[in-house]
């Protein structure tokens, strides 16, 4: 079992920055990849980005690539988020998942562990 939990959520303003945290605790072990998603109010749940555990790869969906970085930290079974020039688009609740096998995927059906989400709100 392995355990995930967000934080870092909360309001900005359109161009600001926000770091976004995920700390995993259990048999992370078994961990190899993990994303994060976003869901806004009325629509699907939709990948955001993802990081190998072990060799540190990423992916990135278009819409945020240039603005949003993925990291980790091995010693502190940390995964980090951070969202820059934010826009009212980036609106939504952001989640951590985790997953056993080692390639990168956007398809939430294939992460095994999920977080309870963190709410981030873009708004003037």
């Known amino acids: 079992q392995v355990q995930l939990v967000e934080s870092g959520g909360g309001l900005v303003q359109p161009g600001d920055s926000l770091r976004l945290s995920c700390a995993a605790s259990g048999r992370t072990f078994s961990i190899y990849g993990v994303g994060w998603f976003r869901q806004a109010p009325g629509k699907e749940r939709e990948f955001v980005t993802a990081?190998?555990?072990?060799?540190?790869?990423?992916s990135y969906r278009n819409s945020v690539k240039g603005r949003f970085t993925i990291s980790r930290d091995y010693a502190l079974n940390m995964v980090y988020l951070l969202m820059n020039s934010m826009k009212p688009e980036d609106t939504a609740v952001y989640y951590c998942a985790a997953r056993r096998g080692n390639l990168l995927t956007s398809a939430p059906e294939e992460y095994d562990y999920w977080g309870q989400g963190t709410q981030v709100i873009v708004s003037s």
């Open positions: 990081i190998s555990w072990s060799d540190g790869s990423t």
